[in-house]
């Protein structure tokens, strides 16, 4: 049967692996049942946050030196940039095992990948039903049959280079935008609005084309996307219960309707049996595997009846603020800042809100 | 009998006094009364922050269309730059009335203005005594006589120039620093120790020379001290309970071990009469009046065992990232962020933390 | 007979206007003639840089102590925020004096207000020609009748706020975008084109709806814009040659076509008379009394065949990346860095590249 | 007869290697002689610069794919961080071929790596002998015995971590900062001493302890120095002219007065046979192979007269306002930027100014 084990380790650098190593070595980490690793990792989350990159970099080459390239490339890396106020930089390491656990349902991990996405079908449709129906097949890879039963889906979605863009041109396609910046934000909207679809959160065809990227009223309360350039398709991993796997852990989430709105969070905590009347106690941190959550400032500059002023400083990028504030809200209910808050959530939770997941021990 | 009244009043710029106009003319202000304004504005809130300079010429002339000149130049205005994460910038004011209230103990303001700083005593024994004893004097003002009465110091205190340097030099006197920027290190440090004195919460003579600035285990729990260009001496602001006041309003304080330490402000919050089990709700937030804090990132960069990298973020300041992120972990407890988080802290709570002044209506 | 004088001052912080005293005190300012001050300020230049505010009120109020209110309301405060590299932040003050100087042409100096621009005609062929028409009523105002004989059009415009596109709205007028900054872009694009339109450069009827912030082809050679709140309308500032002005000064001009295109510079102070054979000989620094420049990145993100990295930089700014580096170039070629660099050049200058005019001592 | 080679390679990533490989299977260049790679690469220079780790590791493994990893261990990589303004990413690769070339004297390469540095010598005298041993090794090494004809000495120093003082202290020893962000500073500090001393620019008994890192009026004209966390000792470059080398390239140096001092580099330039009259022709921009420079602000916070606020930024790193600055002004003169600007120039050249190193075709 198999057992989910998630590890979450702390990273002193973006080429830190001597952490996941020391587990490995250890017994802890079985590298060949890694399934994928998400890292927080110390850039700025933006353009130029080069961590990220040099942490997928570090880890592919770790990896492989314990399996085959070709397994290793199986590996799904998400790298979410920006570990602004005191969020630590770490990863948390997804692995598959086989063995006698409790008795489900337990936490239940799925993978899949998506063929290469035409760059024509970036920001439309074609990207909505690409990872609707990839997300289908993690689902099933994770032995989950009720979407009700999936917590969190993360995406690692592509966006558009010049390259790409001259090709699909020269084919005489169109593309949505022809800004690369740009297209990781449609990228990252379309995948949300595809989880959504998938999850029966949305009826794919009550999206219309001008609401990709833009009404914010639609969304999945459990996509998490990110784009980067090192793929053409879509990685999809799904995180939920199921009653075909065993072992230690559980998941349950929230949707935050804005940036301070901790108390559905608290709320499934205490469904997974945290009493959590106020900070989790240092025994209850324990419990606490890992939390994962996505973070933006509202649009309307405003939260709760007072304004913010993060979309107007020209000094620091909006999503590190919201980072940083969203992190603070949830170390002061968690008791501790190893968090995984993501930036960019277009259709990820409601405007200037967002998912989160709560892993825990059972 | 005094009547403590404090008006907490959204800005819209570092020059938008249009909220203080409107409680005038609706006569919830009398600005002859009003005693002190603590604002939280919208700059980077270091060396090169003029929201607050230009606050502080905005709310001076904006005020002397009131009063005569003289009487305006009394106001203490203390200008906390840095509105990071979802922060709301606002004013806080502190005005002193006369009338019939509910009977105290109830919320007593007093303020003081010392002499001039002798340039050689900034950073030192000297200027610790002198803002011990002003304090002292105004917690007189205040009609408070136990030091544990007290519950929040503000200070202003004055940095070094190059002209004022000069001045002390050409009299043959030795400054502790000749750089501008640590000047208001050390200034703030003294004051914050002064009141430390003042309160009873350290022995003068238990302080060495070499402990200011450096040795953060000496500390108020109920200090908060800015430095500003603008004066010579110090301005002081002590809040605190007597049963000579009457009044609606009430304070309680509490100090932070770390940047995540919101159970003592719970605590303090629930000994003034609020549940606050969970976040506040809608009903109670409107009985809080005014949270004051401070903020700042530990120094060994780590908060409860993981790692921060707020001190080697070179392109956000460690305050910024700390001013975000405590106040997230605030507003997640008291359901908002117009909350004033000022930077800065040293011998101001632990290192790391802080200390958090409670102001509720009784 | 008119002169022009030109007074350069340093200011020591955004309120400084000391040396503006200082100039005054000692007769070399005739506070009466001031008809434009163009402020460079030490804030990033972008949206949430308040020294540009606090210079203007500092200004008005300091130039109010002189003259009646009404008059001093009239002058022209042209703030352009961002020092970046080693620019001195300082004052240029352009003051209309009478007397016998030597015969002209010498520098000439022409200002205009337009009416309040409607709302739904910003962005659009409204502004062009509104603009258009203040740019022949300041050339009336100096004398000019050559648009020739122009060197330099500082434009002052308005941009959009929630209130004013809620009035045009409300009037079932419809407003080139919602958004405030892309208000500020098409504001100085519109007010370029028309600059361009009434000097010549361009004809009204060749530029398209579609061209306005997008045809970067499009130029003035002349023009230099920035987007105020406080305005409703346009200020006016041209500067050019007339033989009906005496004086000791005069003015030429060059485009530079792209970030480090300094050798058109070097030819218009060469008609001026500089040798200017390399840097600027300390003698012929003080020849040279302002230099006035825009400076952005080019939007191919390259110069020269190499790429530059400002347009991905998520820490700082593109237009504070330009500033710093423009002012380098200029700065090696005329030995000082008070110079005045300003960003946000949309049809200001080639893309990439800008205007520059050279104000002299005949 | 051995000839030196100098490549300057665009990069377009931090780990983009393509342009090297691309040269190498061209032919231009072998691997094998490849003796050092200086890198310009786009993070933020500062704390947190990641680019120049994921440069290093990236440059590492390319080399190692065409020959043994001890012998790619051997190169010297000096990753510079931090291209503001236009300034562009690049690497520029120094090789060492044997061959039949134009009769000397002609760029001579010499490299060195000194014994691991004590802790303890760090920033004092131990590591200034250290270093001018090591140069005068390189100096061998490139067959240079006139210390005059050396050009540019490029040094990579160790910095101290917590590990290595701890190390440190147990033995009984004391380290000069307990600060690792210090002792980059300091060990940069002590190599350039090194250097001056080597090269004869200064008498190693004329510096005083407490020179070191505080007395700017001694420098080495001609020494470049980064740290690195990566190494113990240190690794030097010495770039001269050498009758003993043949080949198609000559080096001369200059040295900045001040950020804008670009005439002592033309003349630079002028003795290698450029007109260099204005910016460089089309014609000899192919000429010049690679321009090496080093910038740093003024501590003064003057440029000829003039305010600077590169020091006052919280926003922008002081060495990121010069960088983009310095780049501009020698970018004006050569006519383009890619350019080799690097900061953090204690002893590297006069306080504000700094050496600059002209390498181009004879």
Redesign the interface.
């Known amino acids: 049967m198999p057992i989910a084990k998630v590890h979450r380790i702390?990273a002193?650098?973006?080429?830190d692996a001597s952490g996941i190593a020391d587990a490995i070595a250890r017994g802890d980490i079985d590298p060949r049942g890694v399934m994928a690793v998400f890292g927080k990792t110390?850039?700025?989350g933006?353009?130029?946050?080069?961590?990220r990159?040099?942490a997928t970099?570090?880890l592919t080459?770790f990896f492989s030196r314990y399996m085959p390239a070709d397994d290793a490339a199986k590996i799904c890396f998400v790298m979410s940039g920006g570990?602004?106020?005191?969020?630590?930089?770490?990863w948390t390491i997804f692995e598959r095992a086989e063995g006698d656990g409790a008795a489900g349902p337990a936490l239940a991990i799925g993978r899949a990948h998506t063929p290469a996405l035409p760059a024509e079908h970036l920001g439309h449709a074609g990207q909505i039903a690409m990872v609707a129906d990839g997300v289908r097949t993690a689902m099933q890879d994770a032995g989950i049959t009720n979407a009700d039963d999936v917590h969190f889906v993360q995406i690692k979605c592509p966006l558009l280079t010049a390259q790409r863009i001259g090709e699909a041109t020269s084919r005489g396609a169109t593309v949505a935008t022809t800004s690369t910046l740009k297209s990781m934000g449609l990228s990252r909207a379309a995948s949300a609005l595809g989880v959504a679809v998938a999850l029966g959160e949305l009826k794919a065809d009550a999206i219309t084309p001008s609401d990709i990227g833009d009404n914010w009223s639609l969304y999945s309360g459990r996509a998490s996307c990110s784009a980067g350039i090192e793929l053409l398709g879509h990685e999809i991993v799904v995180l939920g219960l199921s009653k075909d796997w065993s072992g230690p852990l559980t998941i349950d989430h929230a949707v935050m309707a804005d940036?301070?709105d901790?108390?559905p969070v608290?709320g499934a905590m205490q469904r997974l049996g945290f009493a959590a009347?106020?900070?989790l106690s240092s025994a209850e941190r324990d419990k606490l595997v890992a939390l994962l959550a996505k973070a933006e400032?509202s649009q309307n500059a405003m939260?709760?009846?007072?304004?913010?002023?993060?979309l107007?400083?020209?000094?620091?990028?909006p999503t590190?603020?919201?980072r940083?504030?969203?992190?603070?809200?949830?170390?002061?209910?968690v008791?501790?800042?190893?968090i995984y808050v993501s930036g960019g959530a277009e259709h990820q939770g409601p405007d200037g809100g967002g998912p989160v997941a709560v892993i825990a021990r059972r």
């Open positions: 702390s002193y650098s973006p080429d110390e850039g700025n933006c353009v130029n946050d080069f961590s990159g040099f970099a570090t080459q570990t602004e106020g005191a969020m630590a930089p770490h940036a301070i901790i108390e608290r009347n106020g900070q400032p939260l709760r009846g007072f304004r913010h002023t993060m107007d400083d020209s000094d620091i990028s590190r603020h919201a940083a504030f969203v992190c603070g809200a949830l170390a002061g209910l008791g501790h800042a190893e």
